[in-house]
């Protein structure tokens, strides 16, 4: 018998080529110990709200009011909704024909795109255009609408950063495209480099490679760095010279700890360069309603916005969009809230802004939490997390913790992480998942888990990263940069 069409030894080899780590072994190994009845804390994915992050207010009513119309039609519905909630709602549904159980242009709804477009402009303080903004379901989809439009096949490169969010190098792979790696330099607190950048264009050129674009995620993901003013304008400079586009992951814009560098975007930086980069470099840009202070994870939301894209590809993405008929109505909904929150004066105002400071407040002082927990950890150090939701320490692993983990078939890193889950049922991720440079180890949590919880957690991390240590360190020196 041959082999059946969705046999393993049939299926695209590019499907099983590409790798998640963020819901890889680890992640099953911690489902199976959940299981068996052990308390997990799911530290490897960045879903605030499965750590008991609490929904806003504001946004869920609306919502509530757009999935249940008939109660606007209850006359009690003032008792229950605040006034600018049940009119959001009503003008939310206005915008569609059918409610949210109706598809939306494949584009996304004309009325959320034109928030978007008005956010952008308030944000950046340069015009932007609706027609260039496409709704989408979350940022993933995002990004694998975008590098399919870009990729025709292995020879076509992206710069992706080293490490990295496993979307891109896995989405590159299922396309069949080429990953040309940039390293972050972990000693300059993760920072960008234009002549690592310079190496790895032209390394990738002279294997034969046609480099075409070019990944910046800011704030990092697992990294947490934030890029200055200074640095995205040596990108920007960087892919004209190249002639790359630019995809400018941006869906941590509003998880930020520190003040010594706000998030600034792209776009703003491309625009204040003036001609003739302003008009002539490519750039993507995208955002996602799974992070910041909504966390809206499961709703699935997300944009991405062009510029100085042609509007022949642009309708050619129009069109592969339309394949999908349409993105999800309500997580359009939740990204026009994030985007127009309620003033200063609504009704709505005092307890958004109660809640949604409440949470980054929390967010930063957590950040400080881990940080300095991890850096009070045996052969363990760790940059501050400037921004996004996660923490990255480079654990100095001893050889003989690596000579113990190479005779349990593991990467060394994969065998810390798998240890450290059965004693203290923290579930991380192994940094080879995100990409590191040889012989170095780290592993990446979030910041997430409930602040109350935090300190117990780090205590327990602790105890068994220096009771690893003391067991494997015999002082021969240890696995570092
Ligand atoms: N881009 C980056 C840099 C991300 O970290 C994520 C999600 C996404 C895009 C996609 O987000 P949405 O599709 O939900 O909009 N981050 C994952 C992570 O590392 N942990 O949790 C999710």
Redesign the pocket.
Known sequence: MPPKPLDLVSINENVKKAQYA?RGELYLRATELQKEGKKIIFT????PHALGQKPLTFPRQVVALCQAPFLLDDPNVGLLFPADAIARAKQYLSFTSGGLGAYSDSRGIPGVRKEVAEFIQRRDGYPSDPEFVFL????????MQILNTIIRGEGDGIMVPVP?????SATIALLGGTLVPYYLEETANWGLDTNELRKSVSEARYKGLNVKAMVI?NP???TGQCLSQENLREVLQFCYEENLVLLG?E??QTNIYQDERPFISSKKVLMDMGPPLSKEVQLVS??????GYFGE?GQ???YFEMTNIPPETVDEIYKVASISLSPNVPAQIFMGLMLNQPKPGDISYDQFARESKGILESLRRRARIMTDGFNSCRNVVCNFTEG???SFPQIRLPPKALEIAQQAGKAADVYYCLKLLEATGIST?PGSGFGQKEGVFHL?T?ILPAEEEMPAIMDSFKKFNDDFMEQYDDHRGYSRL
């Open positions: 963020v490897n994915v960045g879903n989408t379901d979350g940022a993933s989809k995002a990004v990295q969010y496993p979307l891109y995620i990092g993901n697992p992951d869906v941590y995208f955002h996602s309603v799974s992070k994870c699935r939301g997300g996004a939701m996660y991720v990446r979030t």
